[in-house]
T-cell receptor, first 114, second 113 residues
Framework: EAQVTQNPRYLITVTGKKLTVTCSQN?????MSWYRQDPGLGLRQIYY???????DKGDVPEGYKVSRKEKRNFPLILESPSPNQTSLYFC?????????????FGEGSRLTVL | GQQLNQSPQSMFIQEGEDVSMNCTSS?????WLWYKQDPGEGPVLLIA?????ELTSNGRLTAQFGITRKDSFLNISASIPSDVGIYFC?????????????FGTGTRLKVLA
């Protein structure tokens, strides 16, 4: 089954404790992206990747890092989480970055930073 | 930057009624995507539109790509309780040099049984 898989789905952590949210897609997509969704603010892009080893900042990249060492994986790293990063996070992928077509989302990761 | 405006913001309807919502922009889009999102879950792609004037159906859902490329609408016929959720439109931005999707503000649908 074609899908975007995120882990963990739910996480409660404390300020400053590094964490990684993994994202994997099995559709051989070139384009992958991370979003956060907050009430009243909609989906905001954090980082995106056009292909392996090609990443770029979205609208709200502060406090986050990403890497794209393999085509299928695009982890989101919070080096020192803070309470304002409490949010619902989504990973998404699309076949070709240059012709951004259908975008497929993962099920989401709800993160709480205490 | 590019924006997508959706209307209505929310709507209550009776089960069995038809629903219509639309998405507009001041700039053109080359692709329109319609999603449904349940609370706490990931958006699920309902319909993708690629050509101006295109009309596409997916079960009880029908969507159209506006001729001007600046709007799209989604219709749901004979609504049922499980249609409850947030529907939003999206499209790949067309600003040169950017590779991002633009998302609408969403229409929250509530169906009264």
């Amino acid at each position: 089954e074609a899908q975007v898989t995120q882990n963990p789905r739910y996480l409660i952590t404390v300020t400053g404790k590094k964490l990684t949210v993994t994202c994997s897609q099995n559709m051989n997509h070139e384009y992958m992206s991370w979003y956060r969704q907050d009430p009243g603010l909609g989906l905001r892009q954090i980082y995106y990747s056009m292909n392996v080893e090609v990443t770029d900042k979205g609208d709200v990249p502060e406090g986050y890092k990403v890497s794209r060492k393999e085509k299928r994986n695009f982890p989101l790293i919070l080096e020192s989480p803070s309470p304002n990063q409490t949010s619902l996070y989504f990973c998404a992928s699309s076949l070709r970055g240059g012709h951004l077509g259908e975008l497929f989302f993962g099920e989401g990761s709800r993160l709480t930073v205490l | 930057g590019q924006q997508l405006n959706q209307s209505p913001q929310s709507m209550f309807i009776q089960e069995g009624e038809d629903v219509s919502m639309n998405c507009t922009s001041s700039s053109i889009f080359n692709t329109w995507l319609w999603y449904k999102q349940d609370p706490g879950e990931g958006p699920v792609l309902l319909i993708a539109l690629y050509k101006a004037g295109e009309l596409t159906s997916n079960g009880r859902l029908t969507a159209q790509f506006g001729i001007t490329r600046k709007d799209s609408f989604l219709n749901i016929s004979a609504s049922i309780p499980s249609d409850v959720g947030i529907y939003f439109c999206a499209g790949p931005g067309t600003t040169s040099g950017t590779y991002k999707y633009i998302f609408g503000t969403g229409t929250r649908l509530k169906v009264l049984a």
